[in-house]
T-cell receptor, first 119, second 116 residues
Framework: GAVVSQHPSRVICKSGTSVKIECRSLDFQATTMFWYRQFPKQSLMLMATSNEGSKATYEQGVEKDKFLINHASLTLSTLTVTSAHPEDSSFYIC???????????????FGPGTRLTVL | AQKITQTQPGMFVQEKEAVTLDCTYD???????LFWYKQPSSGEMIFLIY??????QNATEGRYSLNFQKARKSANLVISASQLGDSAMYFC?????????????FGSGTQLTVLP
């Protein structure tokens, strides 16, 4: 099956610093990548949708200048949390999608997630 | 109104028994897809099963089956012969044609605990 990796899996940073999270599709070209945020015991909340080579589409309430998303190639998207604060601590999950990968319904492949802790 | 509703925050089942996790949805689209994912404590999202709105047969994948009742807008997940490894968070999700391509909306999840 299609594989998506995320790096790092875990990061701890000081308040005010920026953190970059990478999402890679390893064996297919992802036309679309999604970024989700998940607080403990809660559901996945979509933050933004990015298509290769174009600007990301952010969900309502998500600060574009706070969460910078770059989708420079068909296999890589990055999420940068700028000037991170403790309230940004969360589990961030990416997923990648392609019409050529997966079977019916299995079209969005998830990365293993990144746990961000801001001190 | 919520698009995906999971009314069971937590469920317990005895090992080897069957369990049903509830999911109702709300959409005005005629064409849509319904998904179930499993999320163990490690955090990874594992795709379990998919049901298309036009599929006449209920989807099945091994021990997983989806009880699709279109008129009631419900898509319950049935896990047969529960195993200890089934203990995890389970999310129901929907993809609407009118939304962004392949964008999923998730329910609040059900924490399933399988008891030995």
């Amino acid at each position: 099956g299609a594989v998506v990796s995320q790096h790092p899996s875990r990061v701890i940073c000081k308040s005010g610093t920026s953190v970059k999270i990478e999402c890679r599709s390893l064996d297919f070209q992802a036309t679309t990548m999604f970024w989700y945020r998940q607080f403990p015991k809660q559901s996945l909340m979509l933050m933004a949708t990015s298509n290769e080579g174009s600007k990301a589409t952010y969900e309502q309430g998500v600060e574009k200048d706070k969460f910078l998303i770059n989708h420079a190639s068909l296999t890589l998207s990055t999420l940068t949390v700028t000037s991170a604060h403790p309230e940004d601590s969360s589990f961030y999950i990416c997923s990648a999608s392609s019409p050529l990968a997966g079977g019916p319904g299995n079209e969005q492949f998830f990365g293993p997630g990144t746990r961000l802790t801001v001190l | 109104a919520q698009k995906i509703t999971q009314t069971q925050p937590g469920m317990f089942v005895q090992e080897k028994e069957a369990v049903t996790l509830d999911c109702t949805y709300d959409t005005s689209d005629q064409s849509y897809g319904l998904f179930w994912y499993k999320q163990p404590s490690s955090g990874e999202m594992i795709f379990l099963i998919y049901q298309g709105s036009y599929d006449e047969q209920n989807a099945t994948e091994g021990r997983y089956s989806l009880n699709f009742q279109k008129a009631r807008k419900s898509a319950n997940l049935v896990i047969s012969a529960s195993q200890l490894g089934d203990s995890a968070m389970y999310f129901c999700a929907m993809r609407e044609v009118s939304g962004s391509a392949r964008q999923l909306t998730f329910g609040s999840g059900t924490q399933l605990t399988v008891l030995p």
